[in-house]
């Protein structure tokens, strides 16, 4: 039973599907991957031992589950459609204690929390409209960033790609793996911000606007004075 992993922490709550990892189906039949890793990556992948886990759902587009060394652990904050979900937990409270995992994954995590996007836009606030409101909210996740890199421990509401990339940081283990796919130049810093040394970008998409969105395998610091080892 995964439960028993001594990863998982007894204060936060989470439902666990009663599907053994050993019979969990293929993530993917789509035998073409976007990206590859280099040898140099994937041998590092290699060494991990313990639990591998997925935030946000599958990411099987943004490293072959083939190349893994045991399936993973996958966990959202719902059940999408047909997806395959080991866990249901919210990505910024994962039920596993600090320094615990190995290797997490994550990709195409929305820019803006949807529980306060949804909180936000439908308020009654009668000096603003829901589309307004709509507008609102995503500009309020970009000034996120220049809260988080003027002083990471500013409260971050509604920005819910840099409060996952804080939780990933809790639980991952020292000179533990974090690959995460579709961050932007923003994104960027604050994995810089939080210590995370770049292994390998496996993947770049350019996108409207001039903007580039990057695949990156990251490994957190193993140096005590590093004021994100946690």
């Given at each position: 039973n995964i439960s028993k992993h001594p990863c998982f922490s007894n204060n936060i709550p989470c439902i666990i599907s009663n599907m053994s990892l050993d019979t969990i189906e293929e993530l993917t039949n789509n035998p073409n991957f976007k990206n590859q890793p280099s040898h140099k990556t994937l041998d590092l992948i290699a060494t991990i031992k313990?639990?591998?886990?997925?935030?946000?759902g599958t990411t099987h587009k943004l490293i072959d589950?083939?190349?893994?060394?045991?399936?993973?652990?996958?966990?959202?904050?719902?059940?999408?459609?047909?997806?395959?979900?080991?866990?249901?937990?919210d990505g910024k409270a994962l039920p596993f204690v600090d320094k615990s995992i190995p290797m997490i994954m994550a990709d195409h995590i929305s820019l803006a929390d949807l529980i306060e996007y949804e909180s936000y836009i439908h308020?009654?606030?009668?000096?603003?409209?829901?589309?307004?409101?709509?507008?609102?909210?995503?500009?309020?996740?970009?000034?996120?960033?220049?809260?988080?890199?003027?002083?990471?421990?500013?409260?971050?509401?509604?920005?819910?790609?840099?409060?996952?990339?804080?939780?990933?940081?809790?639980?991952?283990?020292?000179?533990?793996?974090?690959?995460?796919?579709?961050?932007?130049?923003?994104?960027?810093?604050?994995?810089?911000?939080?210590?995370?040394?770049?292994?390998e970008i496996i993947g770049e998409q350019h996108?409207?606007?001039?903007?580039?969105?990057?695949?990156?395998?990251?490994?957190?610091?193993?140096?005590?004075?590093?004021?994100?080892?946690?």
């Open positions: 313990g639990p591998i886990v997925e935030v946000g589950p083939e190349l893994l060394p045991h399936k993973p652990i996958t966990t959202d904050r719902k059940k999408w459609g047909e997806e395959s979900i080991d866990l249901i937990t308020s009654e606030d009668p000096a603003t409209t829901p589309q307004e409101r709509q507008g609102d909210i995503k500009e309020f996740a970009k000034k996120d960033y220049r809260l988080f890199l003027e002083n990471p421990d500013s409260e971050i509401k509604y920005n819910l790609r840099i409060n996952i990339m804080r939780e990933i940081n809790r639980v991952v283990e020292p000179g533990g793996i974090v690959a995460f796919g579709a961050l932007n130049d923003l994104d960027m810093q604050v994995a810089e911000t939080l210590g995370w040394s770049t292994i996108i409207a606007g001039g903007r580039t969105h990057y695949d990156v395998v990251f490994q957190k610091p193993t140096d005590s004075t590093n004021p994100y080892y946690s």
